[in-house]
């Protein structure tokens, strides 16, 4: 009937321009899958170059000069901007705020949707920054001035145009997802759900998005005014024109530090939603967690000129900024500590997302204590711009952004995509993931002490400070061993949407809203808006048949709360 | 054994050093005690069948007191490091001893320029020494820099003097370092500044300093007087900073 072939038109088109929170969700998961592997490449590539320089990378010659610049820059700006928050934020954000605090979508549906295709006109806008004459921005992802600034320092006009023009418009992206994601969780959030009632990774979703609402303005009026710089000849960073190029690293981490924080916050709520889970015990200190995410976000405002430490700022900053850098680790050690001691006298079940959270863990501890060294402004006059550096911020962000990603995708496959990931493969990635990381970014630590400097194509150079041929190599094959780990991945995630044992509503037992509604859930959810009756980790509670008790469950003979 | 970090050759390196000894003994400590603590709690309360979970919300105050009564060590620990770091970067970049040289530093694309005072011991005369990639310093002396850029960013980076310093257009930034072991040493540039940034390095050589003297007074003498002055040593003594080998065409941007 035409008036059925007219529903399916409409069918396809609002599939594309979806409102509904969950399709935007996995628009922004498929996404940033596909830049992750960009992403990914890129890094081999540059690993490929370091440990045989002068030599040609198979199809692309002597990656050297600005092209090796181009190809540093894109990973870093690929793998912060186009995957962890995409994916993080997101996906997960998006997928999970409404569903976990029991609400049909997001506030604003149609700005959920703006938001996500603003992104993808951001990524557009990146990627055709590799198609351009001059190929895409080489002036490293904190596009520091004046190589920023002035085209004839970088040697490039429009990949750092559009390289400036990508990164402004996926701020906007994530600011339009920030908004709805905090009205959404403190305005919609089902009857009886106290704000102590949240999910910790709602909790940490809205701590991230107000983070990055404070933040994201200085970056992105800096952004602007170095366009400006560069197309109408103002001279914001110009010495020349009266400008100073200390201001624009002051701005960009103004925002670059609390976004560290914007990345590991939701990646901990992910932990935080699993270890209860399989350990079947509540979590532990669950105010305490909420407490010390709090003044961990407020610190991370005042963090930022630890960047800055041999930048030629004022001696007699170091010292403040040293010490708020450093006192950090007290607030996240609270979290990692009450994540600890959830495990104490648990039952820990060791299923694929529980492994990926104990990783993350395990690996965290240590991007979290060689942050100290870098924290103290001393020592990193030495570690600063060597690749100390480099293996201590991958060893901080790849476990919330991979390790956390990957202990949610397979802990919530099943509520997006209705079946179960297989678990052998998903063991087979995870030991291949734990192994090759450390195997590609321990030997960086010995590299950065002996002085090897970050960014630069040829290290062989440098061997009067300590021969790093062997440690080299060892972190190409690395990567090459971390790529080739998510093999087991893409076929587990795509062969069990088809092929994956039926999940069920609440296959793992557990208690948040999202396990009430189907698998996956329709437009809308939930058949009827539960009510809430307890916090969400009520496991193992004494006096009780079952080990789990949801949230929506009332008990016996009580009131709904929105009756009291 | 293995060195973990290249030797030492200035009088603060030992200071820089014990701080990363102190600070990684610190952190080691706790990264041990962590790991430990982890492995153990995984291992121990694995899933086994009779051994049902416990109900533990750690809101009582003996179980928040586990958590936070490490967590005010960490917070000594901290302030120790604090403590420990401040005293080395006050010596380092807050403090000024007497200077036995001053030396002018500029970082361009993509060389070090370094003016050296003549055999009179001041710059901005004529018998100054102008080296491209090229710094000579006395042992066991005080040397007062200024570090300016005339294009981008660049880092002056000397690890075995563990000295790093940003060069900043419109800036001059100054710092000193004392050398402690004669030897040459690789001047680095640790900040990205374009194309060739990965190739921009020049050498520290540390002299005896009566060899250092004469090193000056060779460089700075006058060309021979005869006509055809031996190209070699005309470039060595007049290289000026205003006539880089590869300067880029940006003049014109930075006066627009």
């Known amino acids: 009937m035409s008036h059925d072939g007219h529903a399916e038109a409409a069918g396809l088109w609002s599939r594309i321009f979806s409102t509904d929170h969950k399709v935007i969700a996995k628009q922004y998961l498929f996404t940033g899958i596909a830049m992750a592997f960009l992403g990914g490449i890129l890094a081999q590539i540059m690993r490929l170059q370091l440990s045989n320089p002068g030599h040609p990378v198979p199809g692309l010659g002597v990656v050297q000069g600005i092209k090796y610049n181009a190809t540093v820059t894109m990973h870093g700006t690929v793998m912060i901007f186009w995957v962890a928050m995409p994916l993080l934020l997101g996906a997960f954000g998006n997928f999970l705020i409404p569903l976990m605090v029991g609400t049909r979508d997001m506030a604003f549906p149609r700005l959920n949707m703006l938001s996500y295709w603003t992104f993808f006109l951001s990524t557009v806008v990146l990627v055709s920054s590799f198609l351009v004459p001059g190929g895409p921005s080489p002036v490293g992802w904190t596009a520091y001035p004046p190589l920023s600034a002035i085209p004839a320092y970088s040697g490039n006009t429009w990949g750092v145009h559009l390289w400036i023009l990508a990164v402004a418009l996926e701020l906007v992206a994530f600011l339009m997802g920030g908004i709805n994601y905090i009205t959404t969780a403190i305005n919609l959030r089902a009857p009886g759900m106290r704000m102590r009632d949240l999910p910790l990774v ?15 303005g ?3 009026a800096g952004a602007v005014m170095l366009l400006l710089d560069r197309t109408a000849g103002t001279g914001f960073y110009n010495p020349a024109a009266g400008g100073d190029p200390l201001l624009f690293q002051h701005l960009f981490w103004f925002f670059g530090h609390p976004e560290v924080y914007v990345l590991l916050l939701p990646g901990l709520g992910i932990v935080a939603e699993i270890l209860p889970v399989f350990s079947r015990k509540p979590i532990f200190g669950y105010r305490m967690i909420v407490w010390s995410t709090v003044v961990t976000g407020l610190l991370s405002f005042v963090v930022w000129a630890h960047h800055q430490f041999v930048s030629g700022i004022d001696p007699r900053l170091a010292a403040p900024f040293s010490l708020t850098t450093i006192l950090i680790s007290v607030p996240v050690a609270v979290t990692l500590f009450c994540f600890m001691a959830t495990l104490y006298r648990g039952s820990i079940e060791f299923k694929t997302p529980m492994l990926f959270a104990l990783g993350m863990m395990a690996v965290f501890l240590i991007g979290g204590v060689t942050g100290i060294l870098n924290g103290s402004a001393a020592a990193d006059i030495y570690i600063h711009d060597t690749y100390f ?15 956390s990603f990957f202990a949610g995708i397979y802990y919530w496959y099943p509520k997006m995509f209705g079946r179960m990931m297989n678990e052998t493969l998903g063991r087979l990635h995870f030991l291949g993931t ?3 990381v450390n195997v590609t970014f321990l030997p960086m630590f010995v590299m950065g002490l002996r002085g090897y400097p970050r960014r630069v194509y040829d290290p062989s150079q440098f061997v009067a400070l300590g021969n790093m041929g062997g440690m080299q190599i060892l972190a190409t094959i690395g990567t090459a061993g971390l790529l080739f780990s998510q093999v087991p991945l893409l076929i587990n995630f795509f062969g069990s949407m088809k092929r994956g044992r039926v999940a069920g509503a609440n296959p793992w037992r557990a208690n948040t809203l999202e396990w009430l509604a189907p698998s996956p859930p329709q437009h809308g959810n939930f058949d009827e808006i539960p009510s809430v009756y307890r916090w969400p980790y009520e496991y193992s509670a004494p006096g009780r048949d079952n080990d789990w008790y949801p949230q929506h469950v009332a008990p016996e003979g009580a009131l709904s709360r929105k009756a009291g | 054994m293995f060195d973990w970090l290249p030797r030492a050759a200035s009088t603060y390196a030992h200071d820089i050093d014990g701080l990363i000894w102190l600070i990684t003994a610190i952190v080691g400590v706790w990264f041990i ?11 121990r309360y694995r899933r086994r069948p009779g051994h049902p979970a416990a109900y533990v919300t750690g809101d009582r105050r003996r179980q928040v007191a586990w958590i936070l009564v490490p967590c005010v060590a960490i917070l000594a620990c901290d302030l120790i490091i604090d403590g420990a770091s401040a005293h080395v970067w006050e010596k380092m970049k807050q403090t000024q001893p007497k200077p036995e040289l001053e030396i002018r530093i500029e970082g361009r694309q993509w060389a070090w320029i370094f003016v050296h005072p003549g055999p009179d011991g001041r710059l901005d005369t004529p018998d100054d020494v102008v080296k491209m990639n090229e710094i000579h310093v006395p042992v066991n002396a005080v040397v007062r820099f200024a570090l300016r850029s005339s294009d981008t960013l660049h880092s002056l980076w000397i690890p075995e003097l563990r000295l790093k310093q940003d060069a900043v257009p419109g800036r001059t930034i100054y710092g000193w370092f004392e050398a402690t072991r004669t030897g040459s040493y690789g001047v680095l540039c640790a900040e990205l500044c374009g194309a060739a940034h990965g190739m921009m390095r020049g050498t520290l050589t540390v002299d005896e300093p009566d060899v250092y003297r004469g090193w000056v007074a060779a460089e700075a003498s006058p060309p021979p007087a005869a006509g055809a002055a031996s190209p070699a040593t005309t470039s060595a003594a007049s290289t000026s900073p205003a006539a880089p080998a590869s300067t880029p065409a940006t003049k014109g941007a930075i006066a627009r």
């Open chain 1, 202 to 216: 709602v909790w940490m979703q809205i701590a991230a998005s107000i983070i990055f609402l404070f933040s994201v």
């Open chain 1, 389 to 403: 550096v480099v293996a201590h911020f991958h060893y901080a962000l790849i476990p919330p952004v991979f390790f």
């Open chain 1, 434 to 436: 734990f192994l090759f």
């Open chain 1, 218 to 220: 200085p970056l992105v």
């Open chain 2, 33 to 43: 005690l962590a790991e430990a603590v982890l492995v153990f709690l995984i291992v």
